[in-house]
């Protein structure tokens, strides 16, 4: 929509990324910006359950927003250590196979290169559980 000889208004379709282009046509005419716009990053609320076995081998659901509206291929992290698997589910949830760890770790989901930027949402290993002890002397 033309707004003045100097601005247009544009409504975007659904997607993900930053530091994309921009084109436009008017009258036989085009302009081009690199870098012109950025969709917001993924948005982490919860993940349920939020604690699990050191072994992993459980599924997590991560739930947040701006996941994509569409597979966008995301990939979600414990940690520094990638889940041994992520399902796109929705724009607001993926689902993670937890992997092996230990300790409460920060949940990560990165689509299209970008990530939460101040994460506060961590799952938890469940500590180690001693069922028999000796005395070795």
Do not use: H, M, W
């Not at 996941?67 to 796109?88: E, M, R, V």
């Not at 961590?122 to 002890?133: I, Q, R």
């Amino acid at each position: 929509t033309l707004i003045s000889d100097t601005a247009i208004f544009c409504e975007l379709s659904a997607g993900v990324g930053a530091s994309l282009g921009l084109e436009v046509f008017v009258n036989g005419q085009s302009g081009s910006r690199a870098n012109a716009f950025a969709y917001l990053p993924p948005s982490i609320t919860s993940i349920d359950p939020a604690t699990g076995p050191t072994k992993g081998g459980i599924n997590a659901t991560i739930t947040g927003s701006n996941f994509g509206a569409a597979d966008y291929t995301p990939t979600a992290s414990l940690g520094d250590i990638s889940c041994d698997a992520t399902f796109f589910v929705a724009d607001s949830s993926v689902r993670c196979e937890v992997p092996p760890g230990a300790g409460s770790q920060v949940v990560q989901v990165t689509v299209a290169s970008q990530s939460d930027s101040n994460p506060t949402v961590f799952f938890s290993y469940d500590p180690p559980e001693v069922f028999n002890a000796s005395d070795v002397n």
